[in-house]
């Protein structure tokens, strides 16, 4: 039996580098993929220490990746051998109620499988299911790594972004400066705000954010009390759109509070606990909340934004090292070390 390594999530806090059988075609919709890009995310450490409740123990970890098509099956009309290709986070069959509707997430046959339910991207080889909705052509122009987050981080910003309905020259603040928060500010970046206002404890990333033009204004919230601060620079009335992608202990209380009466607030963050919401204290409000789940369902427009330089990750990628390393990876990503923001996996070498 051939075989080939992978990332395998053994059970609760365990996680190794082993050996798996090389994927096979299993239904007439799938492809193999051969993975030339693929990166560590945070949902992988959500697994790794059990607050996925849908995700399996000995699946092989990652939903972020790209690479080649090598083999289809029957079914598979839009994407041939030799394409290279963006896979999303999402398997979907395109059809169903909710695929049509564009709620990819809950597609009634798949939604985040990769490197949940089924075998993902941190592995030399993935199987795809419904490769013609889950994969994305990657244009000549644009490179593996040009292309790695379309299918996850950065559909979830642009996910985000569309879901706060942004208006021109309005104020948003952005809870959490990590990937999913740098790219939540790129998309926004798109709807013309005013004024992005990111927050973090991670001083680094503040930095890094001003420093590209994602931020206008930076906050730590050990320095300053977030909620006066944002209403100070919003004539005392609070962000009109809040963006919470941190997902820490008391950043969805600090979300609802910054935003000003009938704002929207976008939760894109997953929780280890259970969240408050105390109606009785939003009372009058007014506040629209939103919450992921992200519908990727929009990778090909993200893919042309990229292929017409009006979206650039390349900021993000801060460490890149071969699938052997990749233990190391997680080690360094998950504690946050070396001003890490993005792991890239490069293919094991031999």
Request: glycine letters at 10%.
């Amino acid at each position: 039996m051939e075989t080939m390594k992978a990332v395998v999530w053994k059970e609760k806090g365990k996680v190794e580098l082993c050996d798996k059988p090389l994927p096979k075609i299993l239904e007439p919709r799938d492809a193999i993929v051969k993975v030339t890009r693929s990166s560590i995310c945070s949902s992988d450490l959500h697994i790794i220490h059990g607050t996925v409740p849908r995700a399996k123990e000995g699946v092989v970890l990652g939903h972020e990746f790209v690479g080649e098509v090598v083999e289809v099956g029957a079914g598979v009309r839009k994407v041939k051998v030799g394409d290279r290709v963006a896979v999303n986070v999402e398997s979907f069959c395109g059809e169903c109620f909710f695929c049509r509707r564009g709620y990819v997430n809950n597609c009634v046959e798949g939604g985040w499988e990769l490197g949940c339910r089924i075998d993902g991207g941190q592995a030399e080889y993935v199987r795809v299911p419904t490769a013609d909705q889950s994969c994305t052509p990657i244009p000549a122009s644009v490179s593996d790594e040009d292309a790695l987050f379309v299918g996850d981080v950065l559909a979830t910003g642009y996910w985000a972004a569309k879901e706060g309905e942004i208006e021109p020259a309005s104020t948003i603040l952005v809870l959490g400066a990590g990937p999913t928060g740098l790219c939540t500010m790129m998309c926004a970046r798109l709807y013309s705000p005013a004024t992005i206002i990111a927050v973090d404890v991670n001083r680094e990333r503040l930095a890094l954010a001003k420093e590209k033009g994602l931020a206008d204004i930076t906050l730590d919230p050990r320095e300053v009390d977030i909620v006066e601060k944002v209403k100070e620079l919003t004539e005392g009335r609070g962000a009109d759109r809040v963006f919470e992608v941190a997902g820490a202990k008391n950043t969805f209380e600090l979300a609802w509070q910054a935003a000003r009466p009938s704002a929207i607030v976008v939760v894109v963050a997953l929780y280890a606990e259970a969240q408050s919401i105390p109606l009785h204290l939003m009372y009058g409000k007014n506040l629209t909340f939103k919450t992921g789940g992200v519908d990727a369902n929009a990778c090909g427009d993200i893919m042309k934004l990229i292929e017409t330089g009006r979206l650039d990750t390349s900021l993000m990628i801060t460490h890149r090292a071969p699938l052997n390393d990749i233990m190391t990876g997680y080690d360094v990503f998950g504690n946050q070390k070396d001003g890490c923001i993005k792991w890239v996996v490069t293919p094991w070498e031999k």
